[in-house]
C-alpha cells in the first residue's frame, strides 16, 4: 500500500458515494498492518465517522476478513468482541480487506457515513479500485 493508491481508494469511494447516495462519508485506507496510509472526511460526513472508519480498515487487516464477514463470525461462534483483547476492533461492516494479485494482504479500506450495508458496499468497491490501479502498474 501506498500512498498513491490510497488516494485513488479514497477519491473512488468518496465519488461513488456522492453518485449513489448523495451523501457525505469518511473513508480511511491503511496498510497491511492497520497503520493509516491515506484518510478523508468529507464535507460534513458524520463526526463519529472519522475513527469509525479508520477502525474499520484496521479491523480487516486485523483479522483478515471484511469487518462483515468478522460481524458473521462473532454471530455464529457466540464470541464477544472483547475476547480479542483489542480495544480498536470493530464489528461494523464497512472494511474491506485488499490484496495484490498473489492474495498477500497490502491493506483495507473502511467506510463510515452510510448505513452499515452501504458502507461495506462501496468498501467491497475499493477492491474493484485496487484491481484496475494493479493492471495499470504491470
Same mark, same amino acid.
Given at each position: ?49 472519522? @475513527? =469509525? ?5 484496521? &479491523?480487516? $487487516?486485523?483479522?483478515? #476478513?471484511?469487518? *462483515?464477514?468478522?460481524?458473521?463470525? !462473532? ?15 470493530? @464489528? =461494523? ?5 485488499? &490484496?495484490? $494479485?498473489?492474495?498477500? #494482504?497490502?491493506? *483495507?479500506?473502511?467506510?463510515?457515513? !452510510? ?24
Amino acid at each position: 500500500m501506498n500512498y498513491e493508491l490510497g488516494r485513488k481508494l479514497v477519491t473512488a469511494a468518496t465519488s461513488r458515494a456522492k453518485a449513489d447516495y448523495g451523501r457525505q462519508i469518511c473513508v480511511a485506507v491503511c496498510d497491511q498492518f492497520g497503520f493509516l496510509t491515506a484518510f478523508v472526511r468529507m464535507d460534513d460526513a458524520p463526526v463519529r465517522s472519522i @475513527a =469509525l472508519a479508520q477502525q474499520k480498515a484496521y &479491523t480487516a $487487516t486485523r483479522m483478515g #476478513v471484511s469487518t *462483515a464477514a468478522f460481524l458473521a463470525r !462473532l454471530r455464529s461462534e457466540d464470541i464477544p468482541i472483547g475476547y480479542f483483547c483489542d480495544p480498536l476492533l470493530t @464489528a =461494523l461492516p464497512g472494511g474491506a480487506l485488499l &490484496t495484490d $494479485t498473489t492474495g498477500r #494482504v497490502i491493506g *483495507a479500506i473502511g467506510v463510515s457515513g !452510510l448505513t452499515p450495508a452501504q458502507d461495506q458496499e462501496i468498501a467491497d468497491a475499493g477492491t474493484e479500485t485496487l484491481s484496475r490501479y494493479q493492471q495499470t502498474v504491470r
